[in-house]
Structures are given as C-alpha cells and as structure tokens.
C-alpha cells in the first residue's frame, strides 16, 4: 500500500512542515584507494557521486536487497519518504515495502528524495538488507538505507522552494589503518547567493586521519534549489563520517 500526503492538502491530512526549522546532512562511508571527489552518502556503494536534482521529475521505487525487509517480514515493513517535486515543494509518501520487488511509490514528479526512513519494523527493528529509493523502475539508487538500519544517510541536501538554508557548521571524522588521509570539502551548488546547478564549489575544508575534527562554526548562506554536500578526495583507503547542520529560514 502507498499513502501519498502532499503539502497542498487541506489541514488535518498535510505533513506540516515548519517555517522555520533544524536541518542536518549526515552519513559516513568507506572509501576504497586513491579517490576524488567521493560524495559521503550510503550509497557510494552504488555510485561515488549521488544523483543530482532531476528537474523533469521522476517516478519513485523502493526496493531492499533482502526479502524480509517486507510488510509482514522482521526487516523494514513500512518506509516514508521525504522528496521535492518538480516545483521544489516538499512532499512526502509512504511506501510499504515488498522485499526484492520494486514497489511503486505513485510518485511520478520526485525532483530530489530529500530522505527515507522506516515508520514500521519487525523483530530486527532494522532493517536486513539495503533498502533503496529508485529513479524509475529499475534506476540509479538516489537515497539509502544501509543494512542494520532505519534511516538513510546522506550528507546531500537540496533547499526547497520560497527557503533558504543558513550553515551553522559541520565536522568530519576518519579512521585509517595506514597514514591515508582524506580531505573532505563541504560543497554547494550556489555561489554567493546565486544556484550554480551541477557546480559544486568549495566552501570550507578538513584533512582528517585517525581522529574526529572539531565542530566547525559557520553563517553561510544557500539559495533555494541549490544543494549542499561533502565529498572526499583520498590517498588511500579510510572509512569516513561527516556532518553538516543548518537553518531553514523562509524567504
């Protein structure tokens, strides 16, 4: 079953969304060898780079690698997904999964899966195998769940329409058998107050190894429809945490 709740419903049905409101990207990740421009997102798995907004819209799947992640299994029963439309507006459905069978959201307009998280489990209270958000049936995996888990991990975020984000800081941690190091950079599809779409510029900088880095305070300002991210450039393997948080400020 799929239960669409769209921002335009009449009070009492919409998921309420306040003006106002704490934002965070958050996620962590192995990198594999020397590696540039790596995304922090659980899906690297997938693809390094998580998929950018789709401006033509596209219909939303879901799926697990496990067939127990299902409406009756022990895994993930029931996931709602967070997403913009077309338009930039913030929606959400629920999808209620079908084990390895894609399940169709009904969502035909999905710009960006924001996110997607488990609303109903069974007895692992988590999920069995990776649960994926797909563009289309059969698609590039765009949000996911990671195995033993209930909420995907991502630190891409894409500001809604009539919003902007205000950074308040992020951090970086890693941890590397070896002297690798990993430079990870948070990244924003704006310049200034200006969307730059699909160019992704540096806006602060960590060099992590071994160690988790100090919270990083920050006041910057992204337009609506830009994204932020953090990406990693690598000299060798090392697993990675990182973390952004910010405001949604109406504008």
């Not at 335009?8 to 421009?37: K, W, Y």
């Not at 797909?134 to 894409?158: C, K």
């Not at 992590?208 to 305070?217: L, Q, S």
Request: some cysteine.
């Amino acid at each position: 079953m799929v239960t669409t709740h769209l921002s335009n419903m009449v009070p009492g049905n919409q998921r309420l969304v306040h003006p106002d409101s704490v934002v965070c990207g958050f996620a962590e990740t192995e990198i594999t060898g020397v590696t540039n421009n790596a995304d922090i997102w659980a899906g690297s798995g997938a693809a390094a780079i998580q998929p950018e907004p789709d401006t033509g819209g596209y219909a939303i799947f879901v799926k697990s690698s496990d067939a127990t992640d299902n409406l009756t299994g022990v895994g993930v029963r029931t996931v709602e997904v967070h997403y913009l439309d077309t338009a930039g507006l913030e929606q959400s459905v629920s999808v209620d999964l079908n084990g390895v069978t894609e399940v169709d959201s009904g969502v035909t307009d999905c710009m960006f899966v924001q996110d997607h998280h488990a609303t109903a489990v069974g007895t692992t209270l988590v999920s069995v195998g990776t649960v994926d958000c797909l563009a289309g049936s059969a698609g590039a995996v765009v949000s996911r769940i990671p195995i033993a888990g209930n909420q995907s991990l991502s630190t891409m975020f894409q500001v809604p329409a009539g919003k902007k984000l205000i950074i308040t800081g992020w951090l970086a941690a890693g941890v590397a058998s070896t002297v690798k190091i990993a430079t990870l950079r948070l990244r924003t599809s704006s310049h200034g107050e200006v969307s730059a779409p699909g160019i992704y510029h540096f806006i602060n900088s960590t060099r992590v190894k071994d160690f988790a880095g100090p919270w990083i305070p920050m006041n910057k300002e992204i337009p609506a429809l830009a994204c932020v991210k953090i990406s990693a450039w690598t000299d060798g393997t090392i697993s990675l945490s990182a973390q952004w948080c910010g405001q949604l400020e109406n504008v």
